[in-house]
């Protein structure tokens, strides 16, 4: 009895294939080459620099094509500025009096002294950035707050932001200066290869410490013929004394990444195709909408072309047209102010059923929106706008979760971008006397850190149950579970500032005859703490009812 003989498609047997070790059952099934749903996905895996080179453009050209065309995009990204910039950071200077070495008269850390050179430091710093001349920004346009929310709307599109500190004493107050610069500028010189020690723009030291950025005089998309469009600059890091001349600020995905990538790379295809998917329904239902009826004619349209040809044929059909629209003219009956219609003899009306849009359309939007949402760092909601489905608890879960995201990227944003600009900006009111050290500081560079240490105020979180959320926070006051400057921050507020502001209201009540604690001793027995529950009670009591 012969073998059994496998042929091949050409005809010919197939070759026996001896198994060998990488065919047996893989251990992990993620990296099987047998399994039917793996086997044809072989991706490949450069580093986290080589990533982007070669592909950041195309990458960042659909960013900000979809930014600028379409909606969820561009609301998602506004969205995001919104909530972690908003107008503006405010400022909470917390130079370390330990590190100064800021001692009272018997020894021990002098935080007054402390506290007096921080209120200092931010009176000066509102100046600055709040000066209406703008004396922050090279181009004069804006403030502070401006050019944060514009170089985070970079980190957010382009997945990094660039900055340079400059130096431009124009007869302002301060010399220190902002420019924001648009990412696509950084580049190798003449767009060339890869190097061991220049990567995608930045050039490092056999460390990876970047030493240099090669800036592209003008952008590469700029219409503009009056400059040099292959010209690059080769701007230091850092001067030879320490002080910042540029800032880059992005999130590293892979160890070795030297430049960004965009949140919105994963869902660019989703969302281009939403796009897409949604003005194909609209466009449907606009024509379902147009063409609402059809009148059907007795005349074939082949043989109605022929009629047109033939001129006898042509005038009989002239005829015809006139009078079915004489039909028309004399046939409207109204019965009771209802208008009933005659069609001519031969003629059908039919009617549409329009299908669009479709019934699964919205179910079909809202969980390609998750997706988005998901991937933008929001939540569905805030995306969309759409708060028909929320209830107190999951409204609430929802905004604990995100504003834990939120807060990450605005600390990992300020710490590289905010706090070397207000560092150059505090060497020089130092330098200049606008600012005084306390008696003893060290000089600025030797304590560079201690001097710099700041926290930066936020928007405001925002309250789903202000009252709930206003009592909970008291008690964690009272408790000693949390701080008046922490519980304000959180509401995009300086606590020190507010009792300020307090203190000037009751003094004035006071000066027109008003006692402001009036109220609170009026309260019934058991305390403000007591009269506070039974308002809570209340409060739920109604919505209980409703």
């Not at 042509?314 to 039909?327: A, N, P």
Request: net charge neutral; proline share 6%; glycine share 8%.
């Amino acid at each position: 009895m012969s073998p059994i003989r496998i042929l091949g498609p050409d005809g010919e047997p197939v070759a026996r294939v001896r198994a060998t070790g990488r065919d047996l059952a893989s251990s992990f099934t993620a990296a099987s080459r047998r399994d039917t749903d793996l086997e044809a996905w072989s991706p490949h895996n450069p580093s986290g620099a080589s990533a982007l080179f070669g592909e950041r453009d195309p990458m960042i050209a659909r960013v900000h094509d979809l930014a600028r065309n379409d909606g969820w995009a561009s609301g998602g990204v506004t969205r995001q500025v919104d909530a972690i910039v908003g107008s503006g950071w405010r400022l909470s200077a917390k130079p370390n009096a330990r590190s100064l070495g800021l001692r009272t008269a018997k020894g021990g850390v002098d935080y007054d002294a402390a506290d007096e050179f921080a209120s200092d430091i931010e009176a000066a710093w509102k100046d600055y950035v709040d000066d209406p001349d703008c004396w922050c920004d090279v181009g004069r346009r804006s403030g502070m707050g401006g050019l944060l929310a514009l170089a985070f709307r970079h980190r957010v599109l382009d997945g990094e932001a660039l900055a340079a500190i400059l130096w431009r004493p124009r007869g302002g107050p301060f010399a220190t200066a902002v420019q924001i610069i648009d990412p696509d500028r950084l580049s190798n010189p003449s767009d060339g290869m890869e190097q061991a020690g220049l990567r995608q723009g930045v050039e490092m030291d056999g460390d990876g410490a970047p030493i240099a950025y090669h800036i592209r005089v003008m952008h590469p998309g700029d219409l503009y013929i009056g400059m040099q469009p292959w010209r690059w600059e080769r701007v230091p890091r850092q001067t030879s004394f320490g002080r910042r001349i540029i800032v880059h600020a992005f999130e590293p995905d892979r160890a070795g990444q030297v430049r960004g990538t965009s949140p919105l790379a994963p869902i660019v295809k989703r969302l281009k195709m939403l796009g897409r998917y949604d003005e194909a329904e609209m466009q449907a239902a606009v024509l379902n909408a147009i063409m609402a009826a059809f009148i059907e004619s007795p005349y074939d349209h082949e043989q109605l072309a022929q009629l047109m040809d033939d001129k006898q044929s042509s005038e009989e059909l002239s005829s015809y047209q006139q009078m079915r629209l004489g039909f028309h003219e004399a046939a409207p009956m109204r019965l009771g102010g209802v208008k009933v219609n005659f069609t001519a003899p031969g003629e059908k009306v039919t009617l549409t059923n329009p299908t669009h849009p479709n019934s699964v359309f919205e179910h079909f939007t809202r969980a390609s929106l998750r997706n988005v949402a998901s991937a933008m760092g929001l939540t569905y909601e805030q995306l969309s706008n759409d708060w028909g489905q929320v209830n107190y608890s999951s409204a609430r879960a929802a905004l604990l979760e995100v504003w834990r995201g939120f807060t990450a990227r605005k600390d990992h944003f300020a710490a590289q971008f905010m706090q070397p600009i207000y560092a150059a900006w505090l060497e020089e009111a130092l330098d200049r006397g606008i600012v005084k050290a306390p008696k003893g500081a060290p000089d600025f560079r030797a304590k560079k850190a201690a001097y710099c240490a700041a926290k930066w105020i936020g928007p405001a979180r925002g309250w789903v149950d202000p009252l709930k959320e206003a009592y909970a926070s008291i008690e964690r006051v009272d408790a000693l579970m949390s701080t008046r400057e922490r519980e304000g921050a959180e509401q995009g507020v300086d606590w020190e500032e507010d009792v300020q502001q307090i203190a000037r209201e009751r003094k004035r009540l006071r000066d027109l005859g008003i006692e402001p604690e009036a109220a609170l001793r009026a309260q019934p027995a058991g305390g403000q703490r007591a009269a506070r529950d039974e308002q809570s009670r209340k409060l739920d009591a109604t919505k209980e009812e409703r």
